[in-house]
């Protein structure tokens, strides 16, 4: 069922030794990203979008250019991003593999000019919202999004998504935005996880 609710694919404490704490874990996916479930799963009912895929269900209630979303696509597409934003972190995974590095200097000059401009997409999304790294036809970009918005409402590839909402950092971070990014991207992402994706979307 789209709204079903994933075990997160690691122990709640896995994460500490990189900067995301236990208590951040279960607040984040036991409370948040449930209750993402939840409401979802009541608002799919009657809309119309019941049997269909999560990733159709956000495609098909985002309203481009809208100053809000219906409660069914926040819910849907926030679903979907949390579901891929546990699985771009890990224990493991930290090398970065060389077929992904090559494609991120070819398309931002260096790894380090890539994690500045991710950071700097996130320090910069003002309020709540994501960063990410996609594939855009043929390119790699980072761009921001606001709230729930995510890559699939573009048709891009989501290849790393940061979570820059406050209940994502608060814990470990207080209101250091930067920190908790720079932390991330040297710390928590599963590059392996990122490489995967990049070549099942062609590379």
Not at 100 to 123: M, N, P, T, Y
């Amino acid at each position: 069922m789209a709204f079903d609710l994933p075990d997160l694919p690691y122990a709640h404490d896995a994460l500490a030794a990189g900067g995301m704490s236990k208590e951040t874990l279960e607040y984040h996916h036991d409370l948040h990203h449930k209750a993402y479930a939840d409401n979802g799963a009541k608002l799919l009912a009657g809309s119309g979008h019941e049997g269909k895929s999560l990733e159709d269900i956000v495609t098909g209630t985002y309203q481009a250019g809208a100053v809000a979303q219906s409660g069914l696509f926040n819910n849907a597409s926030q679903m979907w991003n949390h579901n891929e934003f546990w699985t771009m972190m890990g224990p493991k995974g930290r090398a970065m593999p060389s077929a992904l590095e090559k494609r991120i200097v070819d398309a931002f000059g260096s790894v380090d000019q890539f994690k500045a401009d991710f950071s700097a997409a996130g320090a910069g999304q003002f309020g709540s919202g994501w960063c990410w790294l996609v594939k855009d036809g043929d390119a790699l970009k980072v761009t921001k999004t606001e709230n729930g918005v995510n890559p699939l409402c573009f048709g891009q590839t989501a290849l790393l998504g940061c979570d820059v909402w406050e209940h994502s950092y608060y814990i470990d971070f207080r209101n250091k935005r930067p920190a908790y990014l720079s932390n991330f991207l040297e710390n928590l992402v599963n590059w392996e996880n990122v490489a995967e994706r990049l070549a099942k979307a062609g590379g």
